[in-house]
């Protein structure tokens, strides 16, 4: 089934164009890993996807059944996101908003998604831990399966393990891949980290303002644009 689908978006900022010709479509289960320096468009076109930019020109089509309000998203962090001051089980509960409608409160089957998707994670048992007090890789967990929450189908996922350690980070990547196989979600990840891109990704998006490639992990990883965003350096 086609989740998404653009063609020959354009994005941008005061009449200057920052993002162009973007064009490709996913499948469910597809793993979507987009790379380029920075102020390449990546943001941009992630703030499209969640209906935050207009585009200027194309279409951004989304598949049967999938809604631009039920996309998991787990974004950069701040430090004043970091010292958020509720509990684990309220930031993950959070992601359930959207499908509340004119409900004023969560019910019980929200908060047993809220707890399979902490159980998910491993941070069960931080459930009542302020969320502030948690180490990076910890409040990423929770981030994640807030995200989990809001979705059946699709995650954005801007940078998720800037400033974690390789411990913390290989484990964050992996959690990603597990949803993404087992569950068949979607998965859209902004990358700097294009050794740990190609070897989780099934598809690559490389951006300069423009689209340089778009294609398999395996088509990336023996192209001349790979090696020479490496500097020559072979994947």
Request: net charge negative.
């Amino acid at each position: 089934m086609t989740i998404l689908t653009c063609k020959d978006l354009s994005f941008s900022y005061e009449g200057k164009t920052v993002l162009e010709s973007v064009c490709f479509s996913l499948q469910a289960g597809d793993y979507l890993c987009v790379v380029g320096e920075n102020g390449s468009g990546k943001s941009t076109l992630i703030k499209g996807l969640l209906g935050l930019k207009e585009p200027d020109g194309g279409s951004l089509v989304w598949g049967e059944g999938v809604k631009s309000t039920e996309i998991g998203y787990l974004p950069q962090q701040t430090q004043v996101q970091r010292d958020f001051p509720a509990s684990v089980e309220e930031v993950v509960l959070s992601g359930c908003l959207n499908s509340l409608g004119r409900r004023l409160r969560y019910h019980a089957e929200d908060r047993e998604l809220a707890r399979m998707n902490m159980e998910r994670m491993g941070i069960e048992e931080l459930s009542r831990q302020s969320y502030q007090a948690l180490s990076g890789g910890q409040q990423q967990r929770v981030l994640l399966a807030r995200a989990l929450c809001a979705t059946k189908k699709l995650l954005l996922l801007d940078e998720p393990v800037t400033g974690l350690d390789p411990v913390a980070t290989g484990e964050l990547y992996n959690l990603i891949k597990l949803v993404n196989l087992c569950d068949c979600i979607t998965a859209i990840m902004v990358s700097h980290d294009i050794h740990e891109a190609v070897r989780y990704a099934t598809h690559i998006l490389h951006l300069g303002h423009r689209q340089l490639f778009f294609g398999t992990a395996a088509e990336y990883r023996e192209s001349d644009l790979a090696r020479r965003f490496l500097g020559g350096n072979r994947i």
